[in-house]
């Protein structure tokens, strides 16, 4: 069986360098003078395959094959040409890297404060929660997301990308009352962080629709636990005072970020074409006088998640807008790659160097 494959070749190799050859012979007569060498080692080749005596061609084959490779240059590759195939190969590997496996985010606003912050351009983890078909809602080896995990997903009310954490998964319950989080009716542990030689907490914000409107906010820092994960968390600058009067048997003043606050649960408006599945509102007891006291849950559908930005006093999260369907969720943030608050080409005193390399945590 070798044998035959081997003859084989060697018959498929010999017919065509006779008949290069044979081409090069009919444009060329010349040759650099050895048309002639070329014609009678041609002509030897091609003699010995049309009587099938292999032992003569295989004889014969060495002298045409140096002949061609002298005297024929094979037409190569323009530069364009490779060119063009390398950069339609390098689109090709990130457009399937971009659909698998990673992809840039740029956030946009100050929900995610202090963690996030605006023009931090992270990676995202694609490949964490399952593999996404392209075009198509449909994942492959799925998991959802753990609760204190950083995603960027789908919003259902209007198709932009978000970037928000996950506070509390399907079946579980979500409270907020005075900016403490409650899940399952247990505290969030939180603990309030007092700021470097008495300084207030600030930061620094600019509205999406004002890119250059930089304006300092006031805050108050606390540092969250969720199993083995820490992060910090801004609420409103009146939050500590609230705490103290809370725990003292004082009136305590209502936050703007209380959840829930209606009798109807917060979804996507009527007539918006959304996969978004509304949860279940539970009232525990009569709405108290005491604002920070317990008294209605909300109960995360199957296959979503509910999501609240790090800055609690400026996000535009699940509170306004209902869960997440898992399958809207693209991936897990990373690292941060770049970060700037103003920059170009020509200017580069914005750049945040401290914050590149830093992970999403």
């Not at 323009?78 to 890297?97: C, G, H, K, N």
């Not at 996404?132 to 959802?144: D, E, Q």
């Not at 962080?193 to 620094?204: I, L, N």
């Amino acid at each position: 069986m070798r044998a035959s494959r081997i003859d084989r070749r060697v018959r498929k190799e010999a017919t065509w360098l006779v008949a290069e050859a044979q081409r090069a012979l009919a444009l060329n007569k010349e040759l650099r003078g050895k048309a002639a060498e070329l014609t009678a080692a041609t002509s030897e080749v091609e003699a010995a395959l049309d009587a099938k005596d292999l032992q003569r061609v295989r004889r014969g084959l060495p002298t045409l094959d140096a002949l061609v490779d002298e005297l024929i240059q094979r037409r190569g590759k323009s530069i364009v040409r490779d060119y063009l195939e390398s950069i339609v190969t390098a689109v090709l590997i990130a457009l399937a890297l971009r659909a698998f496996v990673i992809e840039a985010f740029k956030i946009p606003s100050s929900s995610m404060y202090p963690t996030l912050e605006i023009n931090d351009h992270i990676f995202v983890n694609k490949f964490i929660y399952g593999i996404r078909i392209p075009w198509t809602a449909t994942k492959l080896f799925a998991r959802g997301p753990a609760r204190g995990e950083v995603i960027v997903f789908i919003q259902p009310c209007d198709g932009r990308d978000f970037i928000k954490r996950v506070v509390a998964t399907a079946g579980q319950s979500v409270e907020v009352r005075c900016d403490v989080l409650y899940v399952d009716g247990q505290a969030v542990p939180s603990d309030f962080v007092a700021e470097p030689d008495g300084e207030s907490c600030k930061y620094e914000d600019s509205p999406e629709d004002t890119p250059h409107g930089w304006s300092w906010k006031d805050c108050s820092r606390y540092r969250e636990t969720v199993g083995d994960l820490s992060y910090s968390t801004f609420s409103d600058l009146n939050r500590p005072a609230r705490e103290r009067d809370h725990a003292a048997g004082l009136p305590a003043g209502e936050s703007s970020g209380d959840y829930p606050a209606t009798t109807a649960p917060r979804q996507c408006a009527p007539g918006i074409k959304t996969n978004q599945v509304p949860g279940k509102l539970v009232m525990t007891k009569p709405k108290p006088d005491k604002p920070c006291d317990l008294w209605m849950h909300y109960v995360v559908p199957p296959d979503h998640v509910f999501v609240m930005g790090d800055n609690r006093r400026s996000s535009l999260d699940s509170r306004a807008w209902g869960p997440v369907p898992v399958e809207n969720i693209k991936g897990k943030a990373l690292f941060i790659w770049l970060s700037y608050r103003d920059w170009s080409l020509l200017s580069w005193g914005g750049v945040r160097w401290s914050r590149i390399g830093n992970f999403v945590h």
